[in-house]
């Protein structure tokens, strides 16, 4: 069973923290030090016959991919980069011809969810490898906890049970009752869009309805199919890019054209609702999508007023509120039922009942072309992180932080100058035609025009403040002549 992880989502709705080139599957938002990315790739670390990831993501994000692979001393079987995003469907099709034995059974998992029963999770697995491997297309449909109008459903027909059984998870005694009818698995009759709220709590009194968990479990020969069948278009395309790939250090980079022109679709629509083989395993596992900052509240642990806090938080007289503290203190008094989210360069604030209408923030960011929808104060790289820490016009300070053994690209800037000065460990410098050290307390002059390269030859982090100072000091004056990562 190979896991394909699908981490090409923006995450706008947990923005500030979750931004356009470090979106929220890379960030450790429910608690310990795994990101949602991590802890994707450990809950299946420890089921029988799972290989090691396969992993799809935008080229923006691969080194930070990589990296956190690294974190967790795996070697994924491949990283594939989409060029551009063109949704779930095309994505799970490239993991699908990937694969050299199409019979292998494709395990396909959204990287910023949360599933807080490993043991119920794997007890599903079970029941839906087993649906898989006679021809299937297996996806995991959520018992449902509320009537929930931000998800979508999936109807399953109950009369249709299969034979076999899932020993679910029963601690919620509410639902102990349907945890014990759904010891099977169903075939699908349909696959429904977010309801309204009265549709909603009909479905849930029903007991036909599960929340539809955006998990896939079938074999990439059965997958095939029926894409050639519902999608030949998008097969056609996915295949003529991966044929046109190129490996690139540890990423495979797919032929930029062709998965352009490929027609973008997600899989619920593309097959899973025109297909005869879909079933559903119910799961009960404490599942949940992390969509939004009150997705955060509801998985958090509460204090006895219902409140969740992150960081240094200091409140009196507040109830039922969600605060994310990352930088500064942040202190709260009288409020309830909202949203404080503090980061190094933006606050936000908002009523708990309509987390959903972040996006409409990221949308206003993005058209009046502010940074704060894309980067962090503290970007990272593939060879570490630089942080802005002051700036106005003609100057900017940053703090540059470099991994043990890695180097930036040889570069120049046509419209800026640089003074960097070392606080921690030793740089190697490359100045036109000298090559140098400097060790901590020492720094260097980089006139502008001149080609240079940072370095660190150490066994510890470099750390070094850089000035910059020009008439443009955006981060597009580069012109790189060389470069380990394969930046152009």
């Not at 099709?93 to 059974?105: G, H, K, N, R, T």
């Not at 704060?372 to 900017?396: K, L, M, N, S």
């Amino acid at each position: 069973m190979i896991p394909v992880i699908l981490s090409g989502g923006s995450g706008t709705r947990l923005w500030p923290l979750s931004r356009e080139l470090y979106p929220k599957q890379f960030l450790p938002l429910t608690g310990g030090d795994l990101s949602l990315l991590q802890a994707t790739v450990e809950r299946i670390a420890g089921f029988p016959g799972a290989r090691a990831p396969l992993v799809v993501c935008n080229e923006a994000h691969r080194f930070l991919v990589a990296e956190q692979m690294r974190q967790l001393e795996l070697e994924p079987e491949a990283i594939l980069l989409e060029p551009v995003g063109r949704n779930t469907a095309p994505a799970v099709a490239l993991a699908a011809l990937s694969q050299p034995d199409p019979e292998s059974v494709l395990l396909v998992m959204p990287a910023d969810h949360v599933i807080r029963d490993i043991a119920a999770f794997h007890r599903a697995l079970s029941i839906g490898l087993e649906q898989a491997r006679s021809g299937a297309l297996v996806t995991f449909g959520v018992v449902p906890q509320s009537a929930h109008t931000g998800y979508g459903y999936i109807r399953a027909d109950r009369a249709g049970a299969s034979s076999l059984v899932l020993g679910a998870s029963e601690k919620n005694t509410k639902h102990k009752a349907q945890s014990t009818k759904d010891s099977s698995a169903f075939p699908v009759l349909s696959f429904i869009e977010k309801p309204d709220q009265a549709t909603a709590e009909s479905y849930l009194a029903s007991g036909d309805y599960f929340w539809n968990s955006g998990m896939f479990l079938f074999k990439a020969s059965a997958y095939l199919a029926e894409m050639e069948r519902h999608a030949p278009d998008i097969l056609e395309s996915c295949r003529a890019a991966l044929k046109g790939a190129q490996r690139d250090r540890d990423f495979l980079r797919l032929d930029e054209e062709a998965f352009s022109n490929c027609r973008s679709d997600s899989i619920d629509y593309a097959v899973m609702e025109r297909t005869d083989r879909a079933m559903v395993v119910p799961l009960d596992a404490g599942w949940n999508d992390v969509g939004s900052w009150d997705s955060l509240w509801e998985v958090g642990e509460r204090d006895a007023q219902g409140n969740v806090f992150k960081g240094d938080v200091v409140t009196e007289g507040v109830r039922n509120t969600y605060i994310h503290a990352q930088q500064r203190l942040v202190a709260a008094v009288g409020l309830e039922d909202l949203v404080i989210v503090e980061t190094g360069d933006a606050v936000l604030v908002m009523d708990r009942a309509r987390t959903q209408d972040v996006k409409q923030i990221v949308a206003r960011l993005r058209e009046a072309g502010r940074d704060e929808a894309q980067v962090h104060r503290r970007v990272a790289r593939p060879w570490g992180t630089y942080e802005c820490i002051d700036g106005a016009d003609r100057f900017q300070v940053k703090r540059i932080t470099v991994k043990p053994g890695e180097k930036l690209s040889l570069q120049m800037h046509h419209h800026r100058a640089e003074h960097w000065v070392v606080v921690r460990g030793t740089a190697r410098i490359t100045r036109g035609e000298e090559v140098f050290v400097l060790s901590e307390n020492e720094s260097t002059y980089i006139p502008l025009g001149v080609k240079h390269r940072l370095e660190n030859p150490g066994r510890i982090p470099l750390e070094l403040i850089e000035v910059q100072s020009g008439a443009y000091l955006g981060e597009d004056d580069i012109v790189r002549f060389e470069d380990t990562y394969g930046r152009s």
